[in-house]
């Protein structure tokens, strides 16, 4: 029997367990295979298929060379020790180039000044979308941007976090492939804030942002992708809440964690997840981790001005960004036994994606 007398839904469901840079090489096979893989019933079959199976996912590194002004994205390669980096793109750019935490394989790309507009990467397909530049303000401070994904309504939809002359916390929203920007209704109860990090997507179609109300005390913001609402999320109920220390949310098995990190213990790390169920939200403590020996020549500082940050959990392992390397620590242990897989010259930012066909 030849592939294409295969029933389609059959021939769909083989190609939709292969990885996305593999089904972009098949595409040129035929104009049948390139019609089955680009159609949007597929991508979203193949996003799913893709999702239950962590050893594909991909981790990216993103470098800022200030010297000659370039941005540098590159794909990480898992097989040996220590990790090769393989560029996938370069840019030339003197305002400072930003990418957001991903979602189904895409991320924000855009200027920290906003020069250049904002657009949608996909670094598998390497393809772009770029997005409406019609803001609901013209008084805008230093923004981020994030994408996230509601299940329900199958829509992607960008979230635009600025300040203005007359507030410290304003949201915008789009929904991707629409023209027109909304505004995101903020009580002035949360407008007043000393700072907010990136959000944070979750599997529920939720976005999450950790914001610094001051020196002491944050919050967790959360946002419903379908009622565009605005609501606060409990913390956990943890001793010694207000110590200083470095807190980070990050998506992993696509749900929400939080990270702690106190600068008193500053060796140690707790991973918090989040439990959603509805309007419901429950906090449950996963691990409390020891962290490896800086590397020679690293002051406690480092790690105090840019904090350890979990990024990957993948059968019993959990991969952790920490003073420009990638330690991969094993959780039986409580992080006593590890491994540095990857050690940079500079400061980077990583993060993991699947690799996915999405485009617009």
């Not at 105090?304 to 990638?326: E, T």
Request: charged share 20%.
């Amino acid at each position: 029997m030849e592939m294409m007398e295969l029933p389609s839904d059959l021939f769909m469901e083989i190609l939709s367990w292969i990885p996305a840079r593999v089904l972009l090489k098949l595409r040129c096979v035929c104009k049948c295979w390139y019609s089955i893989t680009t159609d949007p019933v597929f991508v979203r079959l193949h996003l799913q298929k893709q999702q239950v199976l962590p050893e594909v996912a991909s981790v990216l590194t993103f470098h800022r060379h200030f010297i000659d002004d370039r941005s540098l994205l590159s794909r990480l390669d898992v097989v040996d020790v220590p990790w090769i980096e393989n560029h996938i793109a370069i840019w030339h750019n003197r305002p400072m180039l930003v990418v957001s935490p991903p979602c189904h394989g895409l991320f924000c790309l855009y200027h920290s000044s906003m020069e250049l507009g904002v657009c949608l990467y996909n670094p598998t397909t390497r393809k772009s979308f770029s997005l409406p530049q019609n803001f609901t303000s013209i008084n805008i401070n230093p923004s981020d941007f994030c994408v996230g994904y509601h299940p329900i309504s199958r829509q992607y939809k960008v979230i635009h976090t600025f300040c203005t002359r007359s507030t410290s916390l304003a949201m915008e929203t789009v929904t991707v492939g629409g023209s027109t920007w909304r505004k995101v209704e903020v009580s002035s109860a949360h407008t007043m804030f000393t700072s907010i990090k990136m959000g944070k997507p979750s599997a529920t179609g939720t976005m999450y942002w950790l914001a610094q109300k001051n020196i002491l005390e944050e919050i967790i913001l959360s946002l419903d992708l379908d009622t565009e609402r605005l609501i606060e999320v409990p913390f956990p109920d943890i001793k010694h809440r207000h110590e200083r220390g470095n807190n980070s949310l990050i998506e992993m098995e696509g749900t929400i964690h939080l990270a702690i990190h106190r600068f008193a213990k500053i060796d140690w790390m707790d991973i918090w997840k989040l439990r959603e169920s509805g309007a419901h939200r429950v906090w449950i403590h996963r691990f409390h981790l020891h962290l490896c020996a800086l590397p020679t020549g690293v002051g406690q500082v480092e790690r105090v001005f840019r904090p350890p940050m979990p990024l990957l959990i993948n059968q019993g392992k959990i991969l952790i960004s920490d003073c420009r390397r990638l330690v991969c620590y094993d959780l039986a242990s409580k992080g006593l036994q590890h491994k540095v897989v990857f050690h940079a010259s500079d400061d980077l930012f990583a993060f993991v994606i699947v690799e996915s066909l999405v485009s617009f």
